[in-house]
C-alpha cells in the first residue's frame, strides 16, 4: 500500500479557468461548469420504462449533439450504467460511439467522467486498472479526464486507490476521484 497522499475536495477546490470552464481540484483539468450525466443513456433497471428502443437512442444522440453544439462537453458515466439487462446498452458504449460520430464530422474537445463499481467480487488495485481499460475501450478512447470510485466498497479500498494511482500513473487518466462517500 502506497504511503497516504493529500487530496482535495473537487468541489471546494474548483476555480474558475475561463468561460464557462472550471479546474477539477488541483488537477489543472479544465471542464465545463456543468457535466452532462449519462445514466439513462442505455438504461432499462431505472430509467425509460424498462424498455431500450430506436427513439430512446434517437433522444439520446439529440441530447448528446444539443449539449455540444451548446459549450457542454463535460459528460458523466459509469461501466454500470445501462447493464446489458432487458435490452440495455452500457452507456459508456453509447458515449462512446455519440463521439465518434460527431467527431467524424468535425473535431470536438470532450472531457469524460467514468467509474469503478467497487463490486464485492473485484479485489485489488489491478481490478481498477482492468475495468479502467474495458471502460476506455467502449468509449473508444486513450485516456479519461476524470475516472472515480463509485461508491465505497465492502473491503479493499487502500488497494482501489492505489489502482486509481496507477491509472493516473500510466496516463490511462488525468484525475481521480470518489463519487457517492457522503
Known sequence: CRPPRAVASGVAAAVEEGEGKVRLGKSG???TKL????????????????EWDDRRLKEAQEAFDASINNGMTFFDTAEVYGTALMGAVN??????????????????????????AALPWRFGRGSVLSALKKSL?????????????????IWGNEAYLDGLADAYEQGLVKAVGVSNYN
Open 91 to 116: 452507456s459508456e458504449s453509447l458515449l462512446g460511439g455519440f463521439i465518434k460520430e460527431r467527431q467524424q464530422k468535425e473535431q470536438i474537445e470532450v472531457a469524460v467522467a467514468t467509474k469503478f
Open 35 to 50: 457535466s452532462v450525466g449519462a445514466w439513462s443513456w442505455g438504461d432499462t433497471t431505472y430509467w425509460n420504462d424498462s
Open 29 to 31: 483539468i479544465a471542464v
Open 137 to 153: 475501450d467502449r468509449l473508444g478512447l486513450s485516456s479519461v479526464e476524470l475516472y472515480q470510485l463509485h461508491w465505497p466498497g
